[in-house]
Nanobody, 122 residues
Framework: QVQLVESGGGLVQAGGSLRLSCAASGRTFSRFGMGWFRQAAGKEREFVAGISGSGINSLYADSVKGRFTISRDNAKNTVYLQMNSLEPEDTAVYYC???????????????WGQGTQVTVSS
């Protein structure tokens, strides 16, 4: 069992930056691939970024590539999402999730956090 708690969301102006954190419980954190997803109002939850258990490999959605960076600190059981050059279209609830192998597929993830709101004003 893995419990995930996101933090770091908030209100930011377009062009600004935020860093989201996701703290995980348990001693097997490094075994899990981690992902960030987001869900805007009235839309499906979509993949944003994923990272392997070791942190060596990562994937990004085209919409955030070059602006967002996913990283993890296995010693702290934490995964991060650094978001730069934010746009109003990035406004959503952001969720972290854990999977046996990181993937762009939502159904690959077994554990989910409660989400954190990110609002980007124009």
């Amino acid at each position: 069992q893995v419990q995930l708690v996101e933090s770091g969301g908030g209100l930011v102006q377009a062009g600004g930056s935020l860093r989201l954190s996701c703290a995980a419980s348990g001693r097997t954190f490094s075994r899990f691939g981690m992902g960030w997803f987001r869900q805007a109002a009235g839309k499906e939850r979509e993949f944003v970024a994923g990272i392997s258990g070791s942190g060596i490999n990562s994937l990004y959605a085209d919409s955030v590539k070059g602006r967002f960076t996913i990283s993890r600190d296995n010693a702290k059981n934490t995964v991060y999402l650094q978001m730069n050059s934010l746009e109003p279209e990035d406004t959503a609830v952001y969720y972290c999730a854990a999977a046996l192998a990181y993937s762009t597929r939502r159904d690959a993830y077994d554990y989910w956090g409660q989400g954190t709101q990110v609002t980007v004003s124009s």
